[in-house]
């Protein structure tokens, strides 16, 4: 992602939902990042700058300022993710990028053989929505289905599961070291 914005010569890119700024340090010196999200543990954890405490549904930006907006494993906390990626193409200019990914409710079948319950905004839906804010012909889909990640022990285990908000039945159920696989998709939309 950073590889796309950065060689489509993106210069203002707004992360909506930054957490503590992992796409922030991932981009450092190669794209002006700004920060945004509405928790104040998260900002105060975030270890890039500048960011702004706002949310994402009321963003403190003027109509087509940004060149990118993010928002990254973000949206399935809204009810109603349409009305933030709506502020998000407000704020983009013309020509200008959201991308917005989200996990599938089949993602980790080693740990979740009976699937993630449905969110507001997951894999399985994520490019309709998106397309209902900016159309169909505006969006692009990625998807990833890959064993990318390796838990080595138990601990290891254990504290994704809790980041997860999985019981720790799960737990119990797998013999490490497991290899997860992930999936899920990142849309892509440009501002009309
Ligand atoms: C799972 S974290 C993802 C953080 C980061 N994007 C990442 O990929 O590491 C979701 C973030 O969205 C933020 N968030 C949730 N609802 C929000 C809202 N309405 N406005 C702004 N931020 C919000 C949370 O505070 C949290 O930092």
Redesign the pocket.
């Known amino acids: 992602m950073a590889k796309r914005l950065v060689s489509d010569g993106v210069g203002i890119v707004l ?6 700024g ?2 922030g340090a991932a981009v450092r010196g190669r794209l002006c990042w700004l920060g ?4 104040p543990r ?1 900002l105060a954890d975030c270890t890039v700058k500048p960011v702004i405490r ?4 009321r963003l403190p930006i003027g109509n087509g300022r940004v060149d990118a907006v993010t928002m ?3 949206l399935y ?2 009810d109603e993710p349409r009305d ?1 990626i709506s502020e998000a193409r407000r704020v983009l200019r013309r020509g200008g990028l959201l991308a917005a990914c989200a996990s599938s409710r089949t993602n980790d079948p080693e740990l979740v053989p009976y699937g993630y319950p449905r969110t507001s905004f997951d894999a399985e839906e994520a490019a309709d929505i998106v397309s209902d804010v900016f159309g169909a012909s505006n969006v692009e889909l990625e998807r990833w289905d890959a064993p990318l990640v390796q838990l080595t022990d138990r601990e290891e285990v254990a504290a994704y599961a809790r980041s997860h908000l999985l019981p720790p039945t799960v737990v119990e159920a797998v013999t490490p070291p497991v290899t997860l696989t992930k999936r899920g998709c990142l849309v892509w939309a440009k501002r009309p």
């Not at 992360?15 to 503590?20: E, Y």
């Not at 945004?36 to 928790?39: E, I, K, P, R, T």
């Not at 706002?54 to 549904?57: E, G, L, M, S």
């Open positions: 992360d909506v939902g930054c957490g503590i992992r796409f945004l999200d509405m928790s998260q706002a949310d994402a549904v990254l494993w973000m906390h809204l933030a």
